[in-house]
């Protein structure tokens, strides 16, 4: 099993649609949780953080099940400037080489 | 904000060739890291830094070297470059552990 494991994708969603991405980590031990946005041929650029009691920034919500050990990302109202690879980012501990990247899901929204 | 800036956008490098991609951050953050990413593979750690001169080891650290001599500055070193270093190369830094990372805005390497 991957350390981290992401929807495959690709998402190809109206504009206005409501689109939920799932990830899953296998160290139960991990501290902290991100969810990342990357433009084709960009960097990758922080969403937002995730949070044990969720938390939500505008359109976007981020949840985490620790007991499940998965997070989730959901965009409302998408645009078409949503459209990106989201990727799920995981902290497994002290150390950096615990930074583990989920592979990406890629999301088209659609006129 | 947080403004990591590296040096070039895009290189075209020869076989054999010594190459330096150079990465600063300018909010004096403790660490700093560089990735490859390729097409399938994903973000792929080669090496990183917690302080001024100290480095690890990544999951890739074969062919590449890294500095740190100053905490702003970065270096990644391929000492001999080979045609599967081809890759977009990037950069981050962050304040400390479990905290996010900020990536500069890549480069992308070409060696022929």
């Known amino acids: 099993r991957k350390e981290v494991e992401q929807d495959p994708g690709p998402f190809n969603v109206p504009e206005g649609a409501t689109v939920a991405f799932n990830c899953t980590y296998s160290n139960s031990a991990s501290q902290s949780f991100f969810w990342y946005r990357q433009d084709c041929r960009k960097e990758p650029k922080l969403l937002m953080s995730?949070?044990?009691s969720g938390n939500e920034d505008g359109r976007f919500t981020a949840q985490l099940n620790r007991a499940s050990q998965y997070i989730s990302l959901l965009i409302r109202d998408s645009k078409l400037s949503d459209s990106a690879t989201y990727l799920c980012v995981v902290n497994g501990g002290a150390s950096y080489d615990k930074v583990i990247f989920g592979p990406g899901t890629s999301l088209s929204v659609i006129p | 904000d947080v403004k990591v800036t590296q040096s070039s956008r895009y290189l075209v490098k020869r076989t054999g060739e010594k190459v330096f991609l150079e990465c600063v951050q300018d909010?004096?953050?403790?660490?700093m890291f560089w990735y490859r990413q390729d097409p399938g593979l994903g973000l792929r750690l080669i090496y990183f830094s917690y302080d001024v001169k100290m480095k690890e080891k990544g999951d890739i650290p074969e062919g590449y070297s890294v500095s740190r001599e100053k905490k702003e500055r970065f270096s990644l070193i391929l000492e001999s470059a080979s045609t599967n270093q081809t890759s977009m190369y990037l950069c981050?830094?962050?304040?400390?552990?479990?905290?996010?990372?900020?990536f500069g805005n890549g480069t992308r390497l070409t060696v022929t």
């Open positions: 995730v949070y044990s």
């Open positions: 981050a830094s962050s304040p400390g552990n479990n905290s996010p990372l900020h």
């Open positions: 909010m004096d953050h403790e660490n």
